[in-house]
């Protein structure tokens, strides 16, 4: 971030601590910048939080892996096979239109509110952005590509070892990307819904039974960190498995 890039955050921060100060909102509402930096103080050296961190990360993993290889099967199977584009593909796009967090009551009739329901939740907000961009980059193969497996007369498990998979792999990658910011956000909104056990979703909840606005700041903050790693590190490792990727602005 250059130092332009700070300007919009250091204004907000002036503003808030000028609003905080002239007693022009309600501290039960808006905390006050030092109340937060001390909350923050607070929870940042309690080891508590470090184990929540683990059980949001692990839970976050868990569903990703499975989210993201079951996504990545069905949208191979799509884009490479004609019958399964029209048998499964109307059904998955209908599907695919109804926002992740309205399966929460199926989830918690079918499942309960242990472990098992918050991961299959995670899968299921990793899976849709898995399915949509491995199946474009498969189907997508450039047409040149092919025709020159043909010539070097590949099979079909070569043209898709050779050519198919190294052509989608960007694209691949950009679902692996969108899928782990899924399953993170889908974590959250899993600990706080479906809401038992430890993990940095409890922060907010018990934020909000308290009503100590200054620790629900503290755990959006918490939140917004930790998904921004995330979303770096699947970026750099995307990069590297896959150089020739063009940025996405």
Same mark, same amino acid.
């Given at each position: 971030?250059?130092?332009? /890039? %700070?300007? &919009?955050?250091? $204004? +907000? *921060?002036?503003?808030?601590?000028?609003? #905080?100060?002239?007693? !022009?909102?309600?501290?039960?509402?808006?905390?006050?910048?030092?109340?937060?930096?001390?909350?923050?103080?607070?929870?940042?050296?309690?080891?508590?939080?470090?184990?929540?961190?683990?059980?949001?990360?692990?839970?976050?993993?868990?569903?990703?892996?499975?989210?993201? /290889? %079951?996504? &990545?099967?069905? $949208? +191979? *199977?799509?884009?490479?096979?004609?019958? #399964?584009?029209?048998? !499964?593909?109307?059904?998955?796009?209908?599907?695919?239109?109804?926002?992740?967090?309205?399966?929460?009551?199926?989830?918690?009739?079918?499942?309960?509110?242990?472990?098992?329901?918050r991961i299959i939740?995670?899968?299921?907000?990793?899976?849709?952005?898995?399915?949509?961009?491995?199946?474009?980059?498969?189907a997508g193969t450039?047409?040149?590509?092919?025709?020159?497996?043909?010539? !070097?007369?590949?099979?079909?498990?070569?043209?898709?070892?050779?050519?198919?998979?190294?052509?989608?792999?960007?694209?691949?990658?950009?679902?692996?990307?969108?899928?782990?910011?899924?399953?993170?956000?889908?974590?959250?909104?899993?600990?706080?819904?479906?809401?038992?056990?430890?993990?940095?979703?409890?922060?907010?909840?018990?934020?909000?039974?308290?009503?100590?606005?200054?620790?629900?700041?503290?755990?959006?903050?918490?939140?917004?960190?930790?998904?921004?790693?995330?979303?770096?590190?699947?970026?750099?490792?995307?990069?590297?498995?896959?150089?020739?990727?063009?940025?996405?602005?």
């Open positions: 971030m250059n130092a332009r /890039g %700070l300007v &919009l955050p250091l $204004g +907000l *921060l002036a503003l808030w601590q000028g609003v #905080a100060a002239g007693g !022009l909102a309600d501290p039960r509402l808006l905390a006050p910048p030092g109340e937060v930096a001390a909350t923050a103080w607070r929870v940042l050296t309690d080891p508590a939080i470090f184990l929540a961190l683990g059980a949001s990360l692990g839970r976050c993993l868990a569903g990703f892996v499975l989210g993201a /290889g %079951l996504g &990545l099967c069905f $949208g +191979l *199977l799509c884009g490479l096979s004609r019958p #399964a584009d029209r048998l !499964l593909g109307p059904s998955f796009h209908a599907l695919k239109n109804v926002a992740v967090f309205a399966w929460i009551p199926l989830i918690a009739m079918w499942f309960g509110f242990g472990e098992e329901a939740f995670i899968a299921l907000a990793t899976f849709t952005p898995m399915v949509l961009n491995s199946w474009e980059g498969i450039p047409r040149a590509l092919l025709e020159v497996g043909s010539v !070097l007369r590949f099979g079909p498990w070569q043209s898709l070892a050779r050519i198919r998979l190294p052509a989608a792999l960007p694209s691949m990658m950009t679902g692996v990307q969108l899928g782990l910011m899924h399953a993170w956000l889908a974590t959250i909104g899993a600990e706080y819904f479906l809401a038992k056990g430890t993990g940095l979703g409890g922060v907010l909840i018990e934020g909000r039974d308290t009503f100590d606005m200054a620790l629900v700041l503290v755990g959006v903050v918490l939140l917004g960190a930790v998904g921004l790693v995330l979303s770096q590190m699947a970026r750099l490792g995307g990069a590297r498995l896959a150089p020739w990727k063009r940025e996405i602005a």
